[in-house]
């Protein structure tokens, strides 16, 4: 089984596993971006100041869920 490593809301790492990965989003909030990610088991968000680091990591994220 393959897992995706995010942080959850207090900074502490969380192993998802990519088959129970839903479907992920990504937007815009007035102080940076966000990552959602939905599982069976909930829901995550990674949260970014850097727009460009966010947009890299979301599109490592798909690559990652595709390839599953």
């Known amino acids: 089984m393959k897992f995706l ?6 900074d502490q790492d969380v ?3 990519i088959n129970r990965i839903k479907y992920i989003s990504y937007g815009h909030k007035e102080n940076g971006a ?3 990610i939905v599982t069976d088991a909930g ?3 990674e949260h970014f100041i850097d727009l460009k ?8 994220i798909k690559q990652i869920v595709e390839a599953e």
Not at 5 to 10: A, G, V, Y
Not at 53 to 60: L, M, P, S, T, V
């Open 15 to 17: 192993l998802i596993p």
């Open 5 to 10: 490593e995010t942080l959850n809301c207090l």
């Open 34 to 36: 966000f990552i959602k």
């Open 53 to 60: 680091r966010a947009d890299e990591r979301y599109k490592i």
């Open 43 to 45: 829901d995550l968000e």
